[in-house]
């Protein structure tokens, strides 16, 4: 979420609104290919290295000098003789401008972050890691763990601000849940929640419900 947008975040970690998503087609799309990774991976043989060891592996990571417990789960996990593979699945068509997207790439080193806190990997490396879009072409990447930290300080940082950051456009804006409220709010950010809340836009649009209470923001 923060990757998207850090005001997606902001505003959803300061008000008592949730918001709603359909995940159904992603997580019909993992049970497929879980239901098929024999299948892929004689099919993509010569693309995809390593043996299958685990799907769905749940990994946890508390950080005690930042407050924060990190968690995630490995769609596939490979294991070679020069170390593990992280294998990540998505149901979405692949970017067109670039191999990997940036935040698929970051949720990569997240993992690669927690397995390094995981003392059942600690005997091998991580080698590497691989993003399947819907395309089934494995896209390669090295993950970076160490970038991981820095982004968990920006984000504690952007949390612990009484204000509204500042937009940022992307192709996930038409879906946001808080497209509407983002519309009538400064691009610029720089209000707080109490200076939304007196918006006459906000009340004048119906949509005062994405504003109602902040919550505490102790951990993220």
Known sequence: MYVHCPRRLWIHKKTQNK??????????????????IELLG???KSNLSGKVVATDVPLSREITDKNVQLCGKIDVLRETEEGYIIQENKSSNPP????????DKIQVDAYAFLMEGDKRYKNKPI?????LYNDLLPREI??????VEKILDEIRKTLESD???EIKHNTKCYFCYYSPLCKILPREGGLTLSQIRELPEILKLGIAHYVI????VSAL
Do not use: C, N, W
């Open 19 to 36: 918001e709603i998503h359909d995940y159904s087609s992603g997580t019909d799309f993992h049970i497929l290919l879980h239901s098929m």
């Open 163 to 165: 204000r509204l950051p």
């Open 213 to 216: 209470e902040p919550l505490g």
């Open 96 to 103: 067109k401008d670039e191999r990997v997207r940036y935040q």
């Open 127 to 131: 080698k590497s890691g691989v993003i």
């Open 42 to 44: 004689r099919a993509l």
């Open 142 to 147: 090295k993950p970076e763990p160490i970038v």
